[in-house]
């Protein structure tokens, strides 16, 4: 138990604070009671995070994949610094300000082709229930109310208000909650984890959207829309597929009528090795959902980007009653909105994306010898996302059962040697922020190494 005493360290006197009143994000409280001590942390810098005690942290997983250029980043501070003594926040209906303009100017500029209007909001989830409202209040207002329900992947991930878990189907998350969730139809995933002996994923995506397409034909006069994670299911554990699927999707949603929405809260911004990963497939969604690297991973907010036939058919006299009249309080914050413009500056402004293939090849480099192990099935990699599968027999590809916490030894282990990698069941992964040098990308491929070992010695 943390201990309160004087005598106390720093890190064990703010841990016992904070377990006496505070309730943490998908945690089990209890498990932090005996031996996985809370960490507190002071400061970050970098890739670093610094708890109070002086101890470093490489952050391999962009403090769950949110932060792009560091944390402190000088830039970003500069722009939040700046926004602060101008102007904190205004109510974003009947007003406006500069950062949310330029803000959307921005977007506009770099999404897919067509996504002309942003309707921003505050983070990931609600940006996913603004686009299955907004899909479905389309449909209403051009005279087809029948198309109301939605079409997902298994193994998706949407976030975690009711509206966005009922999209997803992650059963760790949606299980519990499931009679107060909507009824939607699922896919089978494309993930080339699925693979058959020989077969590529680009095969493997292909036969997988034989059931999707299905699905569209028959039920295509009640969707609304199909929604999707372009490139890789990352809460799924980073479950990743070829982007040919993308482009069939596509072109059924279009032969089908029905509306598509991407969300790239996850993987935009670069993780998959282009800006969006829609841009592998060359295709452009109805809807775009983006949040987590928006801001550098500085700030909440998100932004539903769509275009001029969704944007019109809301377009009409008040009395009409057409209006998408969603909101929250803190819609188009401007110091999220300003660090967010920022952020898109450093994208314009320096090589991101080819400084990113680079590290990327180190990245592979580094968990190369990790796919000999006796228990890794698999190394997978799309960009700036790498992951490692651990499994009992790899034969046979039979996973470790979850109650044995294989991925918990693991995050143990690389904490003890300064690195933060938190595996997502089996699968120990690596999302690090773009501004991590080849040689912390060598101490990653180590420690994670090391800890595989601990975590499968026994
Ligand atoms: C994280 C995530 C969300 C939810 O975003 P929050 O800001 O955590 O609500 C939605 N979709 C995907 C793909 C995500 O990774």
Redesign the pocket.
């Known amino acids: 138990m943390t201990d309160l005493r004087p005598g106390a360290s720093a890190n064990a006197q703010l841990a016992a604070r904070d377990l006496a009143h505070v309730w943490h994000p998908c945690t089990q409280m209890k498990d932090h009671e005996q031996n996985l001590p809370l960490i507190p942390i002071r400061r970050g810098e970098g890739v670093w995070l610094e708890d109070f005690e002086g101890k470093r942290y490489l952050d391999a997983i962009s403090s769950?994949?949110v932060n792009l250029f560091g944390h402190a980043n000088p830039r970003l501070n500069a722009a939040l610094h700046a926004q602060v003594d101008q102007l904190e926040h205004v109510i974003f209906a009947g007003f406006t300000h500069e950062p949310a303009i330029e803000l959307a100017e921005a977007l506009t500029a770099i999404a897919p082709p067509g996504l002309t209007r942003c309707f921003f909001a505050d983070?990931?989830?609600?940006?996913?229930e603004v686009a299955v409202k907004m899909s479905f209040h389309y449909w209403r207002n051009a005279g087809r109310p029948a198309k109301k329900r939605f079409l997902t992947l298994a193994n998706s991930?949407?976030?975690?208000?009711l509206g966005?878990l009922a999209v997803g189907n992650v059963e760790l998350y949606k299980d519990v909650y499931a009679p107060l969730l909507m009824d939607v139809l699922v896919a089978p995933s494309p993930d080339a984890w699925q693979r058959e002996a020989g077969e590529s994923w680009e095969d493997c995506a292909v036969r997988l959207f034989a059931p999707m397409r299905d699905l569209l034909a028959q039920h295509a006069h009640e969707l609304a829309a199909v929604i999707v994670?372009p490139l890789v299911q990352?809460?799924a554990g980073m479950r990743m597929y070829h982007p040919v699927y993308l482009k069939l999707l596509r072109a059924a949603c279009d032969e089908y009528e029905v509306l598509l929405i991407a969300?790239?809260?996850?993987?935009g911004f670069g993780r998959t090795g282009t800006l969006f990963a829609c841009e592998q497939a060359g295709i452009a969604p109805d809807l775009l959902?983006l949040?987590?690297g928006l801001t550098g991973g500085y700030l909440?907010l998100?932004v539903v980007l769509t275009g001029e036939r969704l944007y019109e058919a809301f377009y009409d006299e008040y009395t009409r009653l057409c209006a998408f009249l969603h909101s929250h309080s803190y819609t188009g914050n401007p110091l999220a909105c300003a660090v967010a413009r920022e952020t898109l500056r450093m994208f314009a402004d320096t090589p991101v994306i080819a400084n990113n293939r680079v590290l990327a090849a180190h990245m592979a480099a580094a968990a190369a010898p990790l796919a000999g192990h006796r228990h890794v099935a698999e190394v997978r990699q799309t960009g700036m996302i790498l992951a490692i599968e651990m499994v009992r027999d790899k034969a046979t590809r039979t996973p470790y059962d979850w109650r044995e916490r294989r991925g918990l030894a693991v995050y143990r282990h690389a904490l003890t040697r300064g690195v933060l990698l938190r595996p997502i069941g089996n699968v120990i992964y690596f999302m690090p922020p773009y501004v991590i040098t080849p040689e912390h990308i060598a101490l990653l491929g180590q420690v994670a190494a090391e800890a595989i070992e601990v975590a499968t010695c026994v």
Request: glycine share 8%; with cysteine; hydrophobic share 35%.
């Open positions: 769950w994949w983070n990931g989830s609600a940006a996913v991930y949407h976030g975690e208000t966005a994670e990352c809460a969300d790239e809260i996850a993987v959902c949040s987590k909440p998100s």
